[in-house]
């Protein structure tokens, strides 16, 4: 079936160090692509989004990279900081409808000092 | 803050019995979207309501309804509740289809545990 996963559970960046989370995805009719970060007894929280179009979009410390030729994401983040230490998600949206996501199952970053 | 909130934070239910989670946030949140964690997973999509019905639904049983009122406001109310159950139930705000944004605004979670 057509699946969103992550390759790494658990990554391990020292303080600022660039953290790299890699993700598949095999749904070739994904138009839309979004990163999660979820801390202990959060909801996940919104970092940033990319759209089918592109292959590239920047945010504040992240970048996100679109690979579609190889149906894969990743999220890299700049001088990581302990705050950064969370699971991350990568999400797809379903295509069919409006905002209904299919999650990764998820990568624990822990940064060390 | 996103501006979502859910009740209760934590519920304790024992099998069979029902249990109804809510969700409510700032006006202009017309769709909602319900989902399943279970511990060291990510979430799974339940379903979504928009303007009060239901615009689709994940591979959940029927035992998995929703409400959404005219405030915006949504309730998620399984039945007959098994073990498996157990988890974090999130629900996720949008400005819905025909908005520019697609950003998901998700509350922080009700966790069900289930005796």
Same mark, same amino acid.
């Given at each position: 079936g057509e699946s969103v996963g992550l390759h790494l559970p658990t990554l391990s960046v020292q303080e600022g160090d660039n953290s790299i989370i890699n993700c598949a995805y095999s749904n070739s009719a994904s138009d839309y692509f979004i990163w999660y970060k979820q801390e202990s007894g959060k909801g996940p929280q919104f970092i940033i989004d990319i759209r089918s179009n592109m292959d590239k979009r920047q945010g504040q410390r992240v970048t996100v990279l679109l690979n579609k030729t190889v149906k894969h994401l990743s999220l890299q983040i700049a001088a990581?900081?302990?705050?950064?230490?969370a699971v991350y998600f990568c999400a797809e949206n379903l295509g069919d409808s409006w905002g209904k996501l299919q999650f990764g199952a998820g990568t624990q970053v822990v940064v060390t000092p | 803050e996103t501006g979502v909130t859910q009740s209760p934070t934590h519920l304790i239910k024992t099998r069979g019995q029902q249990v109804t989670l809510r969700c409510s946030s700032q006006s202009g949140h017309n769709t909602v979207s319900w989902y399943q964690q279970a511990l060291g997973q990510g979430p799974q999509f339940i379903f979504q309501y928009y303007r009060e019905e239901e615009n689709g639904r994940g591979?959940? =049983? =029927?035992?998995f309804s929703g409400l959404q009122f005219p405030n915006y406001s949504s309730e998620l109310n399984v039945n007959a &509740?098994? &073990?498996?159950?157990s988890a974090l139930y999130l629900c996720a705000r949008s400005h819905g289809p025909g908005n520019s944004s697609d950003e998901q605004f998700f509350g922080p979670g009700t966790r069900l545990t289930v005796l």
């Open positions: 990581t900081q302990p705050g950064d230490s | 591979n959940f =049983p =029927p035992r &509740l098994e &073990l498996d159950d």
